[in-house]
């Protein structure tokens, strides 16, 4: 049965209407029946209009023929039409006195109800999307209760076979080899930056003695603020010596007076015999300490201040021309410096220069590196013809901490797998173009010998030592000169003959008519 989708409401207006709806032809015919029966009691020919279809505007009039029902329907209708009238006078003056006043409230009215037709608009919308989208996820196997089982999906599922003992090995060492590499990567950078501390060190060392050359007269003290320094020296000595021996001969007295007196006089005279030494040892140390300084003293001031002499005769001894030769040095090694200058700013540029070409080409490495890769990531070439790991040589980490080890641009690497694809692309695209034209060999040969049967067929198939068969001839030669036919199975008569028709033999001239001899 078919369910009625119609609301309840519907159905009750339906039921309370259906004695009142008739069908269009039932109306047809009571407004027939009517008419006739008011034409009858008009007693005229035709009727203008239905007398139900009467308007406000119309006049009815009254005739004296009419009488009985007639009568009253006029009268009635009369009626009908004056209240009419009336009616809509008063609904126009009614009309025009609240127009003002219902034109504001309907505005504002008409405003509330076009928001809120929109907002439900908005939420039909909303709502049919969200019920289409969840009949469309209904209507998908996801909805279904087993679609997350796992032994639903695993079940018609093949299970992995396990790892060699093998691979796991060679992944074992794989990454004792990578330690490996790191602790070698470790060493030689430890190495480098040990190296490049030395060279600093030499370089500082070389800057300072330069420097102790060329500008010896910044460093010069002069001779007063020497013996000032001296001066004062020698004052902090004196004051700290009185210092410690009265230090000495307080505690002294100190041990006298806390009742310690001594054993006898020998042990008195011992302790002034010590005391005595003491300070002669002190004064010893200070001269020397004295003599020292005036040394230094001396020797600085002749290192840079050299004496030059203006003539030197052959008896001068020896040990003075050996007491002038650290003051001679500087005159020596003074040509020298400006050459020793030039030579360090060259090596100095030459260093900028050489550490900005390295820059600019690991610059240059790098953008290229870069360029590979996002080649590689969409290139179709690679993927279809990778490089075989046996031909790799070493794994990728190997090869990246060899080359950061190396410090050499690993752009080989790189561009070996594309190398390799295009060589595998090209013997592929020849194979298959070898494989192409074998293919079309066969074809030709085929069609080749499709058309040498066609020709055989149609007897066209030229034979140069063809020759007329006449006369009483045995039945072996037939069968060996009329090969084609022996491969149809066709047999012959021995006194046939080949019919020659413009150089080429008819199969159909064997038979000639004698049908009744072939089996």
């Not at 119609?6 to 032809?25: H, W």
């Amino acid at each position: 049965m078919v369910q009625n989708t119609e609301p309840e409401a519907i159905q009750q207006i339906k039921s309370t209407l259906e004695p009142y709806i008739k069908p269009r032809e039932q109306v047809s015919y009571i407004r027939r029946v009517l008419a006739l029966h008011l034409q009858r009691q008009r007693q005229t020919d035709t009727l203008q209009r239905p007398l139900s279809l009467l308007q406000a505007s119309d006049q009815v009039q009254h005739h004296r023929e009419t009488h009985g029902l007639q009568r009253d329907y006029l009268r009635a209708v009369r009626a009908n039409i004056k209240a009419r009238q009336e009616h809509a006078q008063l609904s126009e003056t009614s009309l025009s006195d609240t127009a003002p006043v219902k034109h504001q409230q309907s505005s504002a009215d008409h405003l509330r109800e076009h928001l809120a037709l929109i907002k439900l608009q908005q939420k039909h919308e909303r709502l049919a999307a969200i019920q289409k989208h969840l009949d469309t996820l209904t209507q998908q196997p996801v909805a279904s209760p087993d679609f997350l089982n796992l032994e639903e999906i695993y079940n018609d599922s093949i299970e992995l076979p396990q790892v060699p003992r093998e691979v796991v090995n060679s992944f074992g060492t794989d990454t004792t080899a990578a330690k490996a590499d790191l602790a070698a990567v470790v060493n030689e950078m430890e190495k480098v930056v040990l190296r490049t501390k030395i060279l600093l060190r030499q370089e500082e060392k070389l800057l300072n003695v330069v420097r102790d050359r060329v500008e010896p007269g910044k460093d010069a003290i002069g001779e007063m603020a020497r013996l000032h320094a001296l001066n004062v020296t020698r004052n902090e000595l004196i004051n700290w010596i009185e210092t410690e021996l009265s230090k000495a001969t307080g505690d002294d007295a100190d041990q006298d007076t806390l009742g310690e007196p001594p054993n006898n006089g020998v042990e008195a005279g011992s302790a002034d015999v010590d005391l005595s030494q003491q300070l002669a040892q002190v004064k010893e140390k200070y001269a020397s300490y004295v003599a020292t300084r005036k040394s230094l003293l001396t020797l600085a001031s002749q290192r840079t201040r050299p004496i030059i002499k203006l003539s030197q005769t052959s008896e001068t001894p020896r040990v003075e021309e050996a007491e002038d030769l650290p003051s001679s040095a500087g005159h020596i090694m003074l040509p020298y410096l400006e050459d020793l200058l030039d030579l360090s700013r060259q090596q100095k540029g030459m260093i900028q220069q050489k550490s900005h070409i390295n820059n600019i080409l690991a610059q240059q490495v790098k953008d290229t590196r870069q360029i590979l890769v996002h080649l590689a990531e969409e290139s179709q070439l690679l993927p279809s013809h990778s490089m075989p790991a046996a031909k790799r040589g070493k794994s990728g980490f190997d090869e990246h901490m060899s080359a950061a080890a190396s410090d050499t641009p690993d752009t080989v690497s790189q561009v070996r797998p594309w190398v390799y694809a295009a060589d595998s692309a090209k013997i592929s695209t020849m194979e298959t173009v070898a494989e192409k034209v074998e293919e079309g060999h066969l074809a030709l040969e085929g069609s080749m010998k499709a058309l040498h049967d066609v020709e055989q067929l149609f007897g066209r198939k030229r034979n140069e030592h063809d020759r007329v068969i006449t006369g009483d001839t045995t039945e072996d030669d037939i069968w060996l000169t009329e090969e084609p036919s022996r491969k149809a199975g066709a047999r012959q008569h021995p006194d046939a003959a080949t019919f020659k028709w413009g150089n080429r033999a008819n199969p159909w001239a064997v038979l000639d008519g004698k049908l009744g001899l072939m089996g």
